[in-house]
């Protein structure tokens, strides 16, 4: 009786938590920027929570609480129930403890970052060594000591991969996890990128006159630096503009949408579907600055996000000849959801449609014409050759 009369009142429980988040009027961001929720949204009701569903949870519940070999508190049980719930949804929605949520809303949108130390090759044993890691810095403190050997990023094998791609591994948009491997530790350990990168646009002028941009992230002055380079370089005898968005994590949705419109004068960008917010299209504003440029895209496995978003925009207009290997495949909006607890939800809420349709995520953007770079080639001459290939186009 007295075990009926404690899942009983944990079925209560369970509803009264499931409430927080039907219920909660959440400062709900969209990438960290602030909307505003629907005044008029319907709200839930008791009567839509799976009351069968509950009760087999509390039936498993008390059989892993009363039967796991580690005593296990209800507060941990369920602190990992709530993750499973919410992780399982997609690669990318998460539930963050008070501490993750508040150091999250630290992070400044936009911003590329990489971990708290660097990577050195040693040439002759084909390994990288970490270097320049502080004392008390948060991969120190997990047991990470300059001198030790990283083999993996992500299950990406460093032993015969250049400083670029090594580099391309190690940055991501700040705030963002990747998890590596070093030799002398067992198991794998997840590492926060929070040291900000230097983002500024990198121009390269090629010996056969091709103007590359090297765009890292996509940030808030993205569209005016492209064309502020653009002008400059600009001479009877520039022949090309390819840009270069090679392990571009993404950025700002509206500095994507800003860079193609540089290029575009009508038709869709790209657009949104959601089940809560609605659809939407970000349409190009009529303009013809830029009509003139022969334009190249090159991309490559972690070009992802809003460099998918601009790529996809100028491929399938005709604006652009897209080269390198297939992107990355994240085409999602995603909120936050604030909980009263001082934790949060981040969760999809929406994914990214290319102009004809098709949906980013998961699928990536394939391009014109593959040529990914060679581990032995060297990083000029893989430009050289891009370049040389693409002004053979007619």
Known sequence: MLQHIKYKKLIVSMLLCCSQFAFAAPVVKEKLSPLHSDPEEP???????????IQQFVQI?????????DVKSDDALFQQAIKGLVSGLDRYSRYLSAEEYRQLIQYTEGDLASVDFALSPEVHVHKWMIRDLKTGSDSYKLGLRNGQTILKIDNQDLKNLNQDQVLGLLYGS???????????????????????????????????QVLVLKI????????????????????????????????NPGGLLSAAVESADLFLNNGIIVSTKSRS???????????????NIKLGILINHRSASAAEVFTAAMKEHQ??????????????VQKLFPLPSGAALQMTVSHYYTPNGNMIEGQGIQPNQAYPLPPEMKEDVYLDRVADLFLKRK
């Open 43 to 53: 709200e839930h009701s008791y009567a839509e929570v799976p009351i069968e569903s």
């Open 61 to 69: 519940y008390g059989i892993v609480r009363d039967n796991y070999v």
């Open 174 to 208: 700040i705030g963002s996890t990747l998890q590596v491997q070093a030799e002398e530790l067992n198991g794998n350990i997840n590492l926060v990128r929070n040291k900000k990168i230097e983002t500024d646009i990198e121009p390269v002028m090629l010996h056969n």
């Open 216 to 247: 890292r992230v996509f940030q808030q002055d993205t569209a005016n630096e492209i064309k502020r380079l653009i002008e400059e370089n600009s001479s009877p005898r520039l022949k090309a503009v390819l840009i270069d968005l090679r392990n």
């Open 277 to 291: 917010e609605g659809n939407q299209q970000f349409q190009a504003l009529p303009g013809n600055e830029f009509q």
């Open 319 to 332: 604006r652009a000849w897209v080269m390198g290997e297939k992107s990355y495949g994240k085409g999602v």
